[in-house]
């Protein structure tokens, strides 16, 4: 028996799926073409944002200024620790930010806008020295394996002003042959690393290791945790897609800072060559006869017994690490005042690599674990829910010492892996969010978020989808690095 999660739809022509026509107890459909890709991208401009806001006061009005017109930036004035204050999951300085990822914040090196430079970028970070349009493909791959729309639409706009052509773009959907060997090794770990990270193996980073340097191998696995966080955030929160396309286009321009963007349009013309070839990256379920299908799935294998799950932690116990890790003193030097007394844990070795991003990483992920309404019972349990979903060993280590820590016995710890009957109506509907936001970002309907809205009030349900978007990525970058759990 596997956990499952699908909702069979009737093979529709693209302009058919537009996102008012979907219900909204069911999980959105994989568009399999290009021009289908491109009129869901267009349709997503129209979607009926999740969360409910209160009206703005006049205070508040004047605090945002423009970020008044902003549904994002209006959920973390109003429900999130910090606001608009605090730098995020991959973003830029100052001391320990706030829970949700921004869009803005996670981007690759020597990116500029006409805002200046960005977070993580090369002037913040020398160490990292992947080129900043393969780490935009990255993006592109990871959002359309996720199904994120508006991470998508901005991934095509950041790849068209960074010059790659649209045959290009839609060949990384469909015809990775248009690519090196290197090109595809990273293409194809970035699907893996989104889709399955409960199949992450050694063998995946030997691979890479063929054609990248660790520490380019460490720069990809940091990258991409955040471009998931980022897809969570906006399918979690159900952020509309942006009529202006992002901005992205805008950059060659000389433009005043409020100027509203252009009328964008992401229905452009497809060649022949890519009308109807199918993805190669979405997740895609094939019917009895063997037909490709618009069905969203998501299947992972039943968790493990107990005696299973001690066997995997205790073999977790024995791994030499896949990646480089900074010793001790280096590394508390790098990292600086947020770290705890003691021995470091490797997680924290391992992203002090890079000691701006790793600084950034290591204090925004304490922020989200101590900060916040969520009480800490209720993100150590989220924790355990999701790291055993993604087989992340180390991360699931940490979940439960912080359980028993917090008095929880062996019986209330594996009560989490379900049905939760014992739990309340509120958690629950928590719970719901947390594992299916973290499965897949595409696998949490409209319905789930409401009930758990109704149940748990958006302050709540808002904090869960941004802790959460923390937790899959850490799962993520502990497991591809194959960390060793501590003593």
């Known amino acids: 028996m596997r956990y499952i999660l699908a ?12 996102r008012a026509a979907e219900p909204t107890s069911a999980p959105r459909q994989i568009p ?3 021009p289908e890709m491109k009129q869901y991208l267009e349709d997503m401009k129209q979607r009926t944002p999740r969360i409910p806001l209160p009206e703005l006061t006049d205070a508040e ?3 945002l200024g423009d970020r ?78 996720n ?57 995946d980073i030997a691979g890479l290791k063929q054609h990248y340097t660790d520490l380019q191998i460490l720069e990809m696995i940091l990258s991409m945790a955040g471009n998931n966080s980022i897809n969570r955030w906006k399918e979690g929160v159900g952020v509309p897609q942006s009529e202006g396309g992002g901005g992205f286009g805008r950059r060659s321009e000389t433009v005043a800072a409020d100027t509203p963007p252009k009328t964008h349009s992401y229905l452009t013309p497809t060649s022949q060559q890519y ?22 799935v998501f299947a992972r294998p039943q968790l493990e017994p107990r005696p299973d799950v001690q066997r995997a932690l205790d073999q977790a116990r024995q791994r030499t690490p896949r990646l480089p890790l900074v010793d001790q003193a280096r590394a508390r030097e790098v990292l600086g005042d947020d770290v705890p007394n003691g021995p470091l844990p490797q997680w924290m070795r391992l992203v002090a690599n890079f000691p701006q991003s ?47 820590a917090l008095g ?21 509907a928590l719970f719901t969010v947390a594992r299916n936001l973290a499965a897949s970002p595409v696998v949490l309907t409209d319905d789930e978020v409401a009930a758990a809205v109704k149940l748990a009030g958006p302050r709540d349900v808002v904090q869960m989808i941004s802790y959460t978007t923390n937790r899959a990525s850490f799962d993520r970058i502990t497991e591809a690095a194959g960390l060793a759990i501590e003593p």
């Not at 909702?7 to 537009?18: D, I, K, Q, S, Y």
């Not at 199918?278 to 969203?296: E, I, M, N, S, Y």
Request: hydrophobic residues 35%; glycine residues 8%.
């Open 358 to 404: 790793g600084r950034r990483l290591v204090s925004s992920t304490l922020f989200a674990d101590e900060k916040g309404d969520l009480s800490p019972l209720l993100k150590a349990q989220v924790s355990w829910i999701i790291a055993r979903q993604d087989r992340a060993w180390y991360a699931l280590c940490q979940a439960q010492a912080r359980l028993k």
């Open 32 to 34: 399999l073409t290009r």
């Open 408 to 428: 929880q016995t062996d019986d209330q710890i594996f009560a989490l892996d379900g049905p939760w009957d014992e739990f309340s109506a509120k958690d629950r």
């Open 61 to 63: 009005k004047e605090q």
């Open 7 to 18: 909702l069979a739809l009737t093979a529709v022509g693209a302009a058919g799926m537009a």
């Open 275 to 296: 009308q109807t070839a199918l993805t190669l990256v979405a997740p895609v379920f094939h019917d009895a006869a063997g037909k490709a299908t618009r069905q969203t």
């Open 147 to 203: 199904n994120c729309q508006y991470c998508l639409g901005h991934q095509e706009s950041k790849l068209l002003s960074a010059g790659m052509k649209e045959d290009e773009i839609a060949a990384l959907d469909s015809d990775w042959a248009k690519f090196n060997a290197a090109e595809q090794a990273a293409f194809a770990f970035a699907r893996k690393f989104t889709l399955e990270p409960n199949k992450l193996e050694g063998a």
């Open 68 to 145: 008044s017109r902003s549904y994002e930036s209006r959920l973390r004035t109003h429900y999130l620790p910090g606001g608009n204050d605090r730098f995020s999951f991959n973003g830029g300085g100052g001391s320990r930010g706030q829970l949700a990822p921004r869009a803005d914040n996670v981007v690759s090196r020597s990116e500029t806008t006409t805002s200046g430079s960005r977070s993580g970028g090369r002037e913040n970070e020398p160490g990292m020295t992947l080129d900043y349009r393969f780490k935009v493909s990255l993006f592109w791959i990871v959002s359309r394996t």
